[in-house]
Each structure stands twice: as structure tokens, then as C-alpha cells.
């Protein structure tokens, strides 16, 4: 076993606050090379430009910032992650109180209205270590 999530949920404090957590715990450390591919598509429709596939290496990436998605991607839960450095990672991973509304402003800039879906898969060493998978809608 590589990695395991020790929580990853979303919380809805009242009407207006909504959170998203998660913990990853790694077996192996430290991580100094791991990429990670990112697909965005609506859901509806598989032909709209809106469809993005991208992979990059995410530690060039953490050093240099130069994919403009890639770090729309990043800034979108940066300042609530302990992901804010280069490789190597010798610690886990942690997002802690997302705010949905943050996500929201992040999104409203970026993307039409509709329903979509968001997947990310993180390899290390070249072998696929994790997918994450996440479902939103913007109107």
C-alpha cells in the first residue's frame, strides 16, 4: 500500500459555509517525483472546447509555475493546503477548510455555466498512485 486517505469529506457549517477537508497518510517518503494529470469536461457534452487533459510534472511545476491551467488548478486550494513547496514531500498531504465559496470565485472566472466533472490522477514514479474525482456544478 502506497498511500491511504485518512478523511476527505465536505461540511456545511450553515447556509453559507461550506468546507472541504482531506488528509492523505504516505507509506513511502519521501516523494520527489510525481506527476499528476488533470481532466476537466462537462458532462452533458464531450465537444465543447471547454474540455481540458492535461499531465504535468509536479514538482518542475511547484519550482517553476509556468502551466497556466496547471496553476489555476494549484491557486484553487493552494492557500488552504500544505502542498506550497517543491519536492521532495516527507510529510502528508493536507487541505484543510476549503471554503466552497472560495472554489466558487476561482470557477466564475474560468468556465461557462454547466454540470461537470473534474479528474485528477497522481503518479508517482510513473506508477498511478491515486484518481480523485470530483463532480460540481456552476450556474
Request: net charge positive; glycine share 2%.
Amino acid at each position: 500500500m502506497f498511500m491511504d486517505y485518512e478523511y476527505c469529506y465536505l461540511k456545511s457549517e450553515n447556509r453559507t459555509y461550506k468546507y472541504l477537508s482531506l488528509k492523505t497518510k504516505f507509506y513511502h517518503l519521501p516523494i520527489d517525483n510525481c506527476q499528476t494529470r488533470f481532466q476537466l469536461r462537462m458532462r452533458e457534452n464531450k465537444r465543447i472546447p471547454y474540455n481540458f487533459d492535461f499531465k504535468v510534472d509536479s514538482c518542475k511545476f511547484l519550482r517553476e509555475r509556468k502551466h497556466a491551467i496547471a496553476n489555476w488548478v494549484y491557486q484553487a486550494f493552494a492557500g488552504y493546503s500544505n502542498i506550497n513547496h517543491t519536492c521532495p514531500y516527507d510529510h502528508d498531504v493536507v487541505v484543510d477548510k476549503l471554503p466552497v465559496q472560495h472554489l466558487n470565485k476561482v470557477v466564475q472566472s474560468f468556465i461557462p455555466d454547466g454540470r461537470y466533472v473534474m479528474n485528477s490522477t497522481w503518479l508517482v514514479a510513473g506508477i498511478p498512485r491515486s484518481d480523485v474525482v470530483l463532480y460540481f456544478t456552476k450556474s
